[in-house]
């Protein structure tokens, strides 16, 4: 599953101030998906895709593809580099490549008007992607770490605050003095 963090970097448009009833119409429309039977399902996919679903797909895959196709019309699709990724990766499982799935490279970076979201001491923090930094509680700063530290008052790692960098595990071997 993606970083919940991450989820609205990819190619995500703009904020406008009709967001939250977008976002609502947007899970009611997946939700009302599951309502539907599987001739409705198919009537659903000529109108997203304009062609006939496959035939071989399931009910439960049908409705996961549309759900995911009527998010990625409303908030953006996946970004060149991901869909690249991920086609490889594929290629490589048909192909009966066995192998560990390789880590997604760390030189990703977030777009404007993507959204950070943290909770700490029971407050939700937003913080947006601006042109110059980051922007939260009405100031615009010029890195994570800066505004982690706004936030808690004490010196931490932006990136690993938000959850867009792994903890450093312990060594388990002894090593370690």
Do not use: C
């Not at 304009?50 to 759900?67: D, E, F, G, N």
């Not at 997604?104 to 992607?129: I, M, N, P, S, W």
């Amino acid at each position: 599953m993606p970083n919940p963090a991450l989820a609205r970097a990819p190619s995500t448009p703009s904020r406008s101030d009709n967001e939250p009833s977008r976002e609502a119409a947007v899970a009611a429309e997946v939700a009302a998906l599951a309502d539907l039977d599987l001739h409705g399902l198919w009537v659903r996919w000529r109108k997203l895709f304009r062609k006939q679903a496959p035939a071989h797909l399931s009910r439960a895959l049908l409705v996961r593809i549309l759900a995911y196709r009527v998010q990625a019309n409303a908030f953006g699709d996946l970004d060149r580099e991901t869909a690249r990724f991920l086609d490889r990766i594929a290629r490589q499982r048909r192909a009966g490549d066995k192998s560990p799935i390789p880590p997604v490279a760390e030189t990703r970076t977030l777009k404007v008007g993507a959204q950070l979201v943290r909770e700490h001491d029971g407050v939700l923090h937003r913080v947006t992607v601006a042109e110059g930094g980051y922007a939260w509680a009405g100031t615009t700063y010029r890195s994570l770490s800066e505004v982690a530290r706004a936030i808690t008052g004490t010196r931490w790692n932006g990136p690993r605050f938000f959850g867009l960098r792994d903890r450093p595990t312990r060594s388990t071997s002894g090593d370690e003095a």
